[in-house]
């Protein structure tokens, strides 16, 4: 990265800390991706009856303060709890996904009841289908990427099972 695309990019990110979800939808998951100098955003209607002719949640991906690179809105979300480790004491592992097309859009987090905010970490994944989001094998995404925890927000009461 340029020296000065750099600057730019570490005067952003503070503001893209807070998600830029459109009223009357909300923030359900929203992180940095510091290795792809990203933001990924999870957006949903708290009372989809209540907004007839919307969908009920939308995605963005955008890369620096570029435009978005991926934008979609869907009415088909999904949830898992398959990696949560279930001999684990603390910790549960929560995903939700968002349909797109064959795909799902995916963020994962894992809760630690010993924590403060509750999330220590957070993953966006992309799988290649409903079927393999939503069945048992573990790590079966396409693709995998870290969140920064610093930059977490997420609507827990809305991801919890």
Not at 16 to 37: D, K, S, V
Request: hydrophobic share 35%; charged share 25%.
């Amino acid at each position: 990265m340029k020296p000065f695309a750099a600057l730019v990019f570490a005067l952003l990110l503070p503001v893209c800390a807070e998600a830029n979800c459109i009223p009357p939808w909300r923030t359900q998951f929203a992180c940095n991706i510091p290795e792809r100098h990203a933001r990924v955003e999870f957006c949903r209607l708290p009372e989809p009856g209540d907004h007839p002719g919307k969908k009920e949640a939308y995605y963005t991906y955008a890369v620096g303060a570029a435009a978005a690179e991926l934008y979609f809105e869907t009415d088909s979300t999904w949830f898992s709890t398959k990696d949560t480790e279930i001999d684990h004491p603390t910790d549960l592992t929560m995903a939700v996904g968002y349909a797109h097309g064959k795909y799902v859009y995916a963020f994962v987090v894992t809760e630690d009841k010993r924590e403060a905010d509750g999330i220590r970490q957070g993953e966006v994944r992309v799988y290649g289908s409903t079927d393999a989001f939503t069945n048992d094998t573990r790590d079966n995404e396409l693709t995998r990427l870290a969140c920064d925890p610093a930059s977490i927000l997420a609507d827990r009461a809305s991801i919890r099972p």
